[in-house]
């Protein structure tokens, strides 16, 4: 049975989510979730990767992302990457064609905002522009605090790859 999943970091890009994560999504869709919010407030392992994207409810506000169509293992195995200190939540988004049930992960943080790596901020910076999401959510991504290391930095990168196509070789079931 296929699954309708929002993605708004780094998972907004299907070549990402093909090379990475091993899922290829049937169809994808510019999205809009209204009442929330993109945050860096999910902690990174360490100083050189501090925070990842998550999305918490704000009135008024909303996050620009992608509506993917993929599979039920396809989403097992995107559950199994994030980790499981990421709840699975059922939302309803905004789309051309309409409201649209989907799923979507949120991590439980009281953390309000973290610095993030800057190889992560021009990861979700290039997938929203491939995806053409505004001007106005681009500029609101390139606001976020980002942190450089030389050497460091791009030694973990390579970790990050390995780390991320082991997790999404698994399958929970």
Known sequence: MPIKYFSYGSNMSASYLKK?????????????LIDYQFVMNMPGPNFIEPGFGNIVHKKDSYVEGMLHEISDDEFK????????DYLVEDVSIDTDAGPQ?????IYKSNIKELRTSRRYLRLIVTAAKENNLSL????????????YYPVFSEFYSIVVYFWVKSRARKIIK
């Open 20 to 32: 990475f994560r091993n899922v290829e999504a049937t169809w994808s869709s510019v999205a809009k």
């Open 77 to 84: 195995r995107i559950v199994a990457s994030e980790g499981e």
């Open 101 to 105: 049930l989907s799923k979507t992960l």
């Open 136 to 147: 106005e959510y681009i500029n609101e991504l390139l606001q976020k605090k980002s942190v």
